[in-house]
Protein backbone atom coordinates (compact mmCIF):
# COMPACT_ATOMS: atom_id res chain seq x y z
CA UNK A 1 0.00 0.00 0.00
CA UNK A 2 1.32 3.26 -0.97
CA UNK A 3 2.30 4.89 2.11
CA UNK A 4 2.44 8.93 3.28
CA UNK A 5 4.76 10.07 6.31
CA UNK A 6 4.64 13.06 8.38
CA UNK A 7 7.20 14.40 10.22
CA UNK A 8 6.43 16.51 13.39
CA UNK A 9 9.33 18.43 15.24
CA UNK A 10 8.52 20.29 18.29
CA UNK A 11 9.45 24.39 17.68
CA UNK A 12 13.34 24.90 17.41
CA UNK A 13 12.83 27.56 20.02
CA UNK A 14 11.07 25.65 22.21
CA UNK A 15 12.45 23.51 25.05
CA UNK A 16 12.31 19.88 24.13
CA UNK A 17 12.33 18.49 28.24
CA UNK A 18 12.20 14.30 26.40
CA UNK A 19 15.04 15.65 24.16
CA UNK A 20 16.73 16.97 26.91
CA UNK A 21 16.82 14.08 29.18
CA UNK A 22 18.11 11.92 26.26
CA UNK A 23 20.84 14.08 25.63
CA UNK A 24 21.66 14.15 29.09
CA UNK A 25 21.87 9.80 28.82
CA UNK A 26 24.06 10.54 25.61
CA UNK A 27 26.38 12.96 27.52
CA UNK A 28 27.15 10.39 30.27
CA UNK A 29 27.76 7.56 28.01
CA UNK A 30 30.40 9.49 26.32
CA UNK A 31 32.77 8.68 23.49
CA UNK A 32 31.25 10.09 20.91
CA UNK A 33 30.70 13.93 19.33
CA UNK A 34 26.85 13.85 19.84
CA UNK A 35 26.24 16.90 21.61
CA UNK A 36 22.28 17.19 21.74
CA UNK A 37 18.81 15.59 20.74
CA UNK A 38 15.89 16.68 19.95
CA UNK A 39 12.44 14.41 19.66
CA UNK A 40 10.04 14.60 17.08
CA UNK A 41 7.24 12.40 15.79
CA UNK A 42 6.75 10.30 12.49
CA UNK A 43 3.66 9.10 11.15
CA UNK A 44 2.85 6.65 8.66
CA UNK A 45 -0.65 7.16 6.61
CA UNK A 46 -1.70 4.62 4.50
CA UNK A 47 -3.26 5.91 1.40
CA UNK A 48 -6.38 3.71 0.16
CA UNK A 49 -5.80 4.00 -3.67
CA UNK A 50 -3.37 6.14 -5.51
CA UNK A 51 -1.12 8.72 -4.02
CA UNK A 52 -2.26 11.78 -5.89
CA UNK A 53 -2.01 15.58 -5.89
CA UNK A 54 -4.99 16.32 -4.55
CA UNK A 55 -4.07 12.74 -1.60
CA UNK A 56 -1.15 14.95 -0.63
CA UNK A 57 -2.38 18.13 0.16
CA UNK A 58 -5.08 16.64 2.31
CA UNK A 59 -2.15 14.84 4.11
CA UNK A 60 -0.53 18.09 4.42
CA UNK A 61 -4.13 20.02 5.59
CA UNK A 62 -4.34 16.57 8.04
CA UNK A 63 -0.57 17.54 9.19
CA UNK A 64 -1.13 20.87 9.70
CA UNK A 65 -4.05 20.81 11.33
CA UNK A 66 -4.41 17.54 13.51
CA UNK A 67 -0.96 15.85 13.48
CA UNK A 68 0.82 18.97 15.04
CA UNK A 69 -0.10 21.66 16.50
CA UNK A 70 1.42 24.90 14.97
CA UNK A 71 1.42 26.34 18.47
CA UNK A 72 4.38 24.06 19.87
CA UNK A 73 5.48 22.17 16.54
CA UNK A 74 6.49 22.33 13.05
CA UNK A 75 5.46 20.04 10.35
CA UNK A 76 9.24 19.36 8.71
CA UNK A 77 8.67 17.14 5.96
CA UNK A 78 6.22 14.85 4.51
CA UNK A 79 6.81 12.64 1.73
CA UNK A 80 6.03 9.21 -0.09
CA UNK A 81 7.31 6.06 1.44
CA UNK A 82 10.05 4.74 -0.66
CA UNK A 83 8.91 1.43 -1.93
CA UNK A 84 5.70 1.45 -0.90
CA UNK A 85 4.50 2.98 -4.57
CA UNK A 86 5.34 -0.45 -5.97
CA UNK B 1 -28.62 23.84 38.85
CA UNK B 2 -27.23 21.58 36.31
CA UNK B 3 -23.76 20.86 35.65
CA UNK B 4 -22.12 18.64 33.44
CA UNK B 5 -18.88 16.57 33.60
CA UNK B 6 -17.48 15.26 30.68
CA UNK B 7 -16.19 11.62 30.87
CA UNK B 8 -13.06 10.82 28.07
CA UNK B 9 -11.32 7.20 27.95
CA UNK B 10 -8.69 8.18 30.69
CA UNK B 11 -10.25 10.66 32.24
CA UNK B 12 -8.84 10.24 36.21
CA UNK B 13 -11.02 13.11 38.06
CA UNK B 14 -14.39 13.43 36.47
CA UNK B 15 -15.83 11.55 39.75
CA UNK B 16 -14.04 14.47 42.23
CA UNK B 17 -15.63 16.94 39.88
CA UNK B 18 -19.07 15.94 39.71
CA UNK B 19 -18.75 15.44 43.96
CA UNK B 20 -17.27 19.45 44.02
CA UNK B 21 -20.53 20.46 42.06
CA UNK B 22 -22.68 18.35 44.78
CA UNK B 23 -20.86 19.93 47.16
CA UNK B 24 -21.41 23.51 45.61
CA UNK B 25 -24.88 22.99 45.61
CA UNK B 26 -25.72 22.09 41.78
CA UNK B 27 -26.85 18.55 40.39
CA UNK B 28 -24.03 17.14 38.62
CA UNK B 29 -25.11 15.27 35.19
CA UNK B 30 -22.30 12.75 34.05
CA UNK B 31 -21.55 13.33 30.18
CA UNK B 32 -19.98 10.64 27.81
CA UNK B 33 -17.33 11.56 25.15
CA UNK B 34 -19.07 9.58 22.60
CA UNK B 35 -22.37 10.97 22.52
CA UNK B 36 -23.84 14.56 20.88
CA UNK B 37 -25.92 15.61 23.81
CA UNK B 38 -25.20 17.70 26.39
CA UNK B 39 -28.65 16.80 27.97
CA UNK B 40 -29.61 20.18 29.07
CA UNK B 41 -26.93 21.02 31.29
CA UNK B 42 -26.40 24.72 32.72
CA UNK B 43 -22.62 24.40 32.72
CA UNK B 44 -19.95 21.89 31.59
CA UNK B 45 -16.61 20.76 33.56
CA UNK B 46 -14.05 19.26 31.33
CA UNK B 47 -11.67 17.17 33.73
CA UNK B 48 -8.03 16.36 34.71
CA UNK B 49 -6.76 12.79 33.66
CA UNK B 50 -4.78 11.44 30.70
CA UNK B 51 -7.54 11.54 27.93
CA UNK B 52 -6.55 8.73 25.20
CA UNK B 53 -3.30 8.28 27.15
CA UNK B 54 -2.22 11.71 26.10
CA UNK B 55 -1.62 9.78 22.77
CA UNK B 56 -0.71 12.34 19.91
CA UNK B 57 -0.88 15.59 22.08
CA UNK B 58 -2.53 16.40 25.48
CA UNK B 59 -6.36 16.21 24.97
CA UNK B 60 -5.58 16.51 20.93
CA UNK B 61 -8.08 13.94 20.61
CA UNK B 62 -10.57 14.27 23.25
CA UNK B 63 -10.75 17.80 21.69
CA UNK B 64 -11.91 15.99 18.20
CA UNK B 65 -14.54 13.57 20.08
CA UNK B 66 -17.77 13.75 19.76
CA UNK B 67 -19.12 15.92 22.34
CA UNK B 68 -16.84 18.67 21.90
CA UNK B 69 -18.04 19.54 18.77
CA UNK B 70 -21.13 20.38 20.98
CA UNK B 71 -19.14 22.00 23.95
CA UNK B 72 -17.61 24.34 21.73
CA UNK B 73 -20.94 25.25 19.79
CA UNK B 74 -22.27 25.88 23.70
CA UNK B 75 -19.16 27.96 24.91
CA UNK B 76 -19.25 29.98 21.95
CA UNK B 77 -23.25 30.69 22.74
CA UNK B 78 -21.96 31.71 26.50
CA UNK B 79 -22.58 28.43 28.25
CA UNK B 80 -19.78 28.31 31.45
CA UNK B 81 -17.00 25.44 30.63
CA UNK B 82 -14.27 24.77 33.03
CA UNK B 83 -11.17 22.89 31.81
CA UNK B 84 -9.26 21.55 34.47
CA UNK B 85 -5.41 20.44 33.79
CA UNK B 86 -6.19 17.80 31.05
CA UNK B 87 -9.09 19.70 30.35
CA UNK B 88 -7.27 22.78 29.97
CA UNK B 89 -5.51 21.19 27.41
CA UNK B 90 -8.56 19.69 25.49
CA UNK B 91 -9.65 23.38 25.52
CA UNK B 92 -6.49 24.78 23.78
CA UNK B 93 -6.63 21.49 21.37
CA UNK B 94 -9.99 22.86 21.03
CA UNK B 95 -9.18 26.15 20.29
CA UNK B 96 -11.34 27.54 22.84
CA UNK B 97 -8.45 28.68 24.58
CA UNK B 98 -5.01 30.31 22.77
CA UNK B 99 -1.58 28.94 23.16
CA UNK B 100 0.09 25.30 24.29
CA UNK B 101 0.62 23.48 26.99
CA UNK B 102 4.35 21.41 26.89
CA UNK B 103 5.86 19.13 29.15
CA UNK B 104 7.33 20.26 32.55
CA UNK B 105 10.66 22.54 31.59
CA UNK B 106 12.46 20.52 34.87
CA UNK B 107 11.00 17.29 33.32
CA UNK B 108 9.46 15.69 36.34
CA UNK B 109 6.11 15.40 37.28
CA UNK B 110 4.57 17.88 39.83
CA UNK B 111 2.23 16.92 42.59
CA UNK B 112 2.05 19.75 45.57
CA UNK B 113 -0.34 22.00 47.22
CA UNK B 114 -0.19 25.47 44.86
CA UNK B 115 -0.44 28.85 45.38
CA UNK B 116 -2.52 30.83 42.95
CA UNK B 117 -3.25 34.62 42.41
CA UNK B 118 -6.94 35.44 41.02
CA UNK B 119 -6.35 37.87 38.57
CA UNK B 120 -9.28 37.83 36.49
CA UNK B 121 -12.44 37.69 39.44
CA UNK B 122 -14.85 38.65 36.54
CA UNK B 123 -15.28 35.33 34.88
CA UNK B 124 -18.05 32.93 34.97
CA UNK B 125 -16.07 30.87 37.31
CA UNK B 126 -14.17 33.32 39.38
CA UNK B 127 -16.67 36.00 40.39
CA UNK B 128 -16.74 34.88 43.71
CA UNK B 129 -12.65 35.41 44.20
CA UNK B 130 -11.53 39.00 44.62
CA UNK B 131 -9.60 40.68 42.75
CA UNK B 132 -5.71 39.43 43.21
CA UNK B 133 -6.60 37.32 45.90
CA UNK B 134 -4.18 34.35 46.89
CA UNK B 135 -5.87 31.19 46.94
CA UNK B 136 -4.13 27.48 47.47
CA UNK B 137 -5.30 24.36 45.38
CA UNK B 138 -3.69 21.12 44.52
CA UNK B 139 -1.65 20.99 40.88
CA UNK B 140 -0.40 17.63 39.68
CA UNK B 141 0.94 17.50 36.01
CA UNK B 142 3.66 16.45 34.34
CA UNK B 143 2.81 18.79 30.96
CA UNK B 144 1.93 22.00 32.27
CA UNK B 145 4.06 23.96 30.58
CA UNK B 146 2.16 27.02 29.15
CA UNK B 147 3.77 29.14 26.49
CA UNK B 148 2.60 30.85 23.46
CA UNK B 149 4.14 33.25 20.80
CA UNK B 150 4.94 36.73 21.82
CA UNK B 151 1.87 38.40 20.29
CA UNK B 152 -0.56 35.44 21.51
CA UNK B 153 1.08 36.43 24.98
CA UNK B 154 1.14 40.32 25.21
CA UNK B 155 -2.78 40.46 23.90
CA UNK B 156 -3.56 37.74 27.04
CA UNK B 157 -1.70 40.17 29.33
CA UNK B 158 -3.35 43.10 27.97
CA UNK B 159 -7.13 42.20 27.94
CA UNK B 160 -6.79 40.49 30.77
CA UNK B 161 -7.16 36.98 30.03
CA UNK B 162 -4.70 35.36 32.44
CA UNK B 163 -7.15 34.04 35.30
CA UNK B 164 -4.44 32.77 37.51
CA UNK B 165 -1.10 32.95 38.04
CA UNK B 166 1.04 30.89 39.72
CA UNK B 167 2.56 32.53 43.50
CA UNK B 168 6.13 31.28 44.51
CA UNK B 169 8.31 29.26 42.31
CA UNK B 170 6.98 28.11 39.01
CA UNK B 171 6.24 24.55 39.17
CA UNK B 172 6.42 24.26 35.24
CA UNK B 173 8.21 26.89 33.50
CA UNK B 174 5.25 28.16 32.06
CA UNK B 175 5.50 31.48 30.56
CA UNK B 176 4.64 34.90 32.66
CA UNK B 177 3.54 32.49 35.46
CA UNK B 178 0.15 31.60 33.81
CA UNK B 179 -1.78 28.60 35.36
CA UNK B 180 -4.79 29.69 33.51
CA UNK B 181 -6.74 31.89 31.29
CA UNK B 182 -10.11 32.66 30.18
CA UNK B 183 -11.43 34.11 26.76
CA UNK B 184 -12.90 37.51 25.70
CA UNK B 185 -16.45 36.49 27.23
CA UNK B 186 -15.37 35.43 30.47
CA UNK B 187 -17.53 32.17 29.80
CA UNK B 188 -14.78 29.66 29.38
CA UNK B 189 -11.74 28.98 31.91
CA UNK B 190 -8.79 26.84 31.54
CA UNK B 191 -6.20 26.31 34.53
CA UNK B 192 -3.71 23.43 35.34
CA UNK B 193 -4.32 23.10 38.76
CA UNK B 194 -6.92 21.32 40.46
CA UNK B 195 -9.91 23.49 42.25
CA UNK B 196 -12.40 20.04 42.47
CA UNK B 197 -9.81 18.76 45.38
CA UNK B 198 -9.83 21.63 47.35
CA UNK B 199 -13.89 21.40 48.04
CA UNK B 200 -14.29 19.83 51.43
CA UNK B 201 -12.96 19.92 54.95
CA UNK B 202 -10.68 17.28 55.70
CA UNK B 203 -9.44 16.40 52.05
CA UNK B 204 -7.86 20.12 50.99
CA UNK B 205 -4.63 21.58 51.07
CA UNK B 206 -3.50 22.91 54.58
CA UNK B 207 -4.08 26.44 56.11
CA UNK B 208 -2.50 27.95 58.47
CA UNK B 209 -5.68 27.67 60.93
CA UNK B 210 -5.82 23.12 60.17
CA UNK B 211 -4.28 20.76 58.25
CA UNK B 212 -6.36 19.63 54.80
CA UNK B 213 -8.59 22.45 55.49
CA UNK B 214 -8.12 24.19 52.13
CA UNK B 215 -11.90 24.71 50.70
CA UNK B 216 -10.21 27.71 48.10
CA UNK B 217 -11.43 25.02 44.96
CA UNK B 218 -15.09 25.61 45.86
CA UNK B 219 -15.46 29.08 44.82
CA UNK B 220 -14.90 27.62 41.22
CA UNK B 221 -18.35 26.19 41.52
CA UNK B 222 -20.10 28.16 43.83
CA UNK B 223 -19.10 31.08 41.13
CA UNK B 224 -20.35 29.30 38.09
CA UNK B 225 -23.77 29.04 40.17
CA UNK B 226 -23.93 32.51 41.12
CA UNK B 227 -23.33 34.01 37.62
CA UNK B 228 -25.67 31.60 36.20
CA UNK B 229 -28.35 32.25 38.37
CA UNK B 230 -27.61 36.04 37.84
CA UNK B 231 -28.21 35.34 34.07
CA UNK B 232 -31.50 33.08 33.97
Known amino acids: MPTIVVEVM ?72 EGSLT | MRIGVVTFPGSLDDSDARRAVRIAGAE ?93 ASTAWTNGFQQGQEITIPLKNGEGGFIADAETLARLEGDGLVAFRYTGLNPNGSLNDIAGLTNERGNVVGLMPHPEHAVEPGFGPDTASAMRSGVDGLTFFTSVLQSTLARA
Open chain 2, 28 to 120: PVALWHGDHDLQGVDAVVLPGGFSYGDYLRCGAIAARSPIMRDVVDAANSGMPVLGICNGFQVLVEAHLLPGGLIRNDHGDFVCRDQGLRVEN
Open chain 1, 10 to 81: PKAELLDPAGKAVAGALRREGGHPFSDVRIGKRFELTVDGEVTDAVLAHARKLADEMLSNAVIEDVVKISVL
